[in-house]
């Protein structure tokens, strides 16, 4: 049976209430809003927001199917130069699932999850998305684990998609003017379709399990670390780390500025940024201390798995 | 006796003194720290900072006077469209005073000023600059105020000056995704050069007078609002308002942008950023609220003064 961007939507939609039912009972104190949007030109979504729980304090699952006439930026990509400018009746739709959890305590690291699929009335599909993490204090433990649990997800599915994937996220989620890694990365992929080892339902099969991965890799790590304790020390540096996501996120993640560019739902899109941040005028960690440890393991090409 | 490059920066080095002066006798408090720090390339600059004042909670005021061969992207930009890409001999000089502070009471405003030189060895050389303010909570006396004092700085020079700058104010400090101004604006102009109606020592003066009214106008600012009560729902507002800034600061500003992209000294550049900043998902201020007010003031082309 073909698969349809209807199946894959309504696969979406579901995965969406499975993660934020995992996530509620996790969190143990309150539970997601749903907020239900339409896009004038085609499609909407679901956005749904835990605020102020007992372990998250701000965290957003976002599910979206948007879809009409192609929009003229995308002509302007080079990965889309095969597209003729002059086809003004191309059509396009676009699904997916966002994910950024930041958590009450320092201890928890922040997550992010996307999965996305698009297609074009000209035939063009594929697959695309994500999940990377960002401790605010680097555990080599909970470092380990996650990166373990995608690679034997990648591996499941093809040789060498978890080198190329961890690869793509340490580029990826670099904060450049800082010479830092976002986080310890994670794996990031983008354009998956068909071709000479997969196919198009391999892939699909492999982008499932992503998605299916999330909930039981960061209900785990919230198990082991939520109830350790900290100090107003860590929690301040929690909040400088959270202005460095900041910095990521506003100038660098193209999905973000994507959203911004093309008028989507502010609200949505900015549901990444944490409840509090903070940026203190040249802080350097103590000499020997967490968070200088911390800042040495913010680098590319770490072997985690 | 003509001036010169040198002239101007040694002006910007006092105007820098006299204003961290004046600022830490309205704090009454504390000092700014202060930093020099030189660029590989030619040239360097002052840091001064002040952090956990009375009324401070983080400013900066920035100096810096750098100059060498003409980097790259200066011949890319249209205003530059004079230039030949084969000069590979071209200098330049840009020096400037830049300042942010961000006060504790919510009912202090934001201001931010920065005033800039530019020259280059074919003999371009132009003034730039400007004075903005972000009050949490507009409040209209301050807003005639500050507006009043900056049409008077710039109607002593020319009469157009006052509608056209506020008129780029207006422009600049834009939150495109958000449909709201930054602040309530002031003045902004770029590019001031002789003209058949000012010479450049008649701009280098009116630019001068732009440097020397800041001090007065923000410390008036201070002595009317530092003693003001404030609830915690007000200090809440100041961050979310303090979250706009800072995006309005990653996203569009052409000075961060410019200075991140051209591996500008991070820590300066990011002065602008508040100690702490908050995002909450669609949050809507209460009907008839002080706070709903403020939105409703955040729009081009009020006329304050």
Redesign the interface.
């Known amino acids: 049976m073909e698969i349809t961007k209807n199946n894959i939507s309504d696969w979406l939609k579901n995965l969406q209430t499975h993660i934020c039912n995992e996530l509620s009972n996790a969190d143990g104190l309150t539970e997601f809003t749903l907020?239900s949007w339409t896009r004038d030109e085609g499609g909407g979504g679901i956005t749904r927001?835990l605020?102020e729980g007992n372990i998250i304090e701000?965290g957003?699952v976002l599910f979206s199917a948007v879809y009409g006439k192609a929009p003229d930026f995308l002509f302007k990509e080079k990965a889309h130069s095969e597209l003729n400018t002059f086809d003004t009746d191309l059509q396009f739709y676009a699904t997916g699932v966002s994910i950024v959890i930041h958590p009450k305590n320092p201890m928890v690291p922040i997550i992010h999850m996307n999965i996305r699929y698009f297609e074009m009335s000209n035939g063009t599909k594929w697959f695309g998305g994500g999940i990377d993490l960002t401790p605010h204090y680097v555990n080599e433990d909970d470092a380990q684990f996650f990166h373990t649990q995608l690679k034997n997800v990648c591996d499941t599915h093809h040789k060498n998609y978890y080198t190329e994937f961890k690869q793509q996220a340490d580029d990826y989620f670099f904060i450049?003017?800082?010479n830092e890694t976002r986080g310890i990365g994670g794996i990031f992929f983008d354009r998956l379709n068909s071709n000479e080892e997969m196919t198009f339902e391999q892939n699909f099969s492999f982008w499932q399990d992503v998605g299916l991965a999330f909930a039981p890799i960061y209900t785990e790590l919230i198990k082991r670390n939520k109830n350790k304790s900290f100090t107003a020390e860590n929690k301040q540096w929690q909040?400088l780390r959270r202005?460095r996501y900041?910095?990521f996120n506003?100038?660098y993640d193209k999905g973000t500025q994507f959203g911004?560019q093309t008028?989507g739902r502010?609200?949505s899109i900015?549901?990444s940024?944490?409840?509090?941040?903070?940026?203190?005028?040249?802080f350097k960690p103590k000499l020997n201390s967490l968070e200088e440890k911390t800042l040495h393991l913010l680098v590319k090409n770490i072997n985690w798995a």
């Open positions: 907020e927001i605020n701000k957003g450049k003017h800082r909040l202005g900041v910095e506003l100038i911004l008028n502010v609200e900015l549901m940024l944490p409840k509090f941040a903070s940026w203190e005028y040249n």
